[in-house]
């Protein structure tokens, strides 16, 4: 991937909404577990 796509990704502050993900993920992986 191009370095300009994370250039836009962290002005956006999708680097956020991807730490929610990681989270929602470690949850589901515990109910699931």
Same mark, same amino acid.
């Given at each position: 991937?191009?370095? !300009?796509?994370?250039?836009?990704? +962290?002005?956006?502050?999708?680097?956020?909404?991807?730490?929610?993900?990681?989270?929602?993920?470690?949850?589901? +992986?515990?109910? !699931? +577990?």
């Amino acid at each position: 991937m191009p370095t !300009w796509i994370f250039l836009v990704i +962290s002005e956006i502050g999708i680097d956020c909404e991807i730490r929610v993900l990681c989270k929602l993920c470690m949850v589901l +992986s515990r109910i !699931w +577990s």
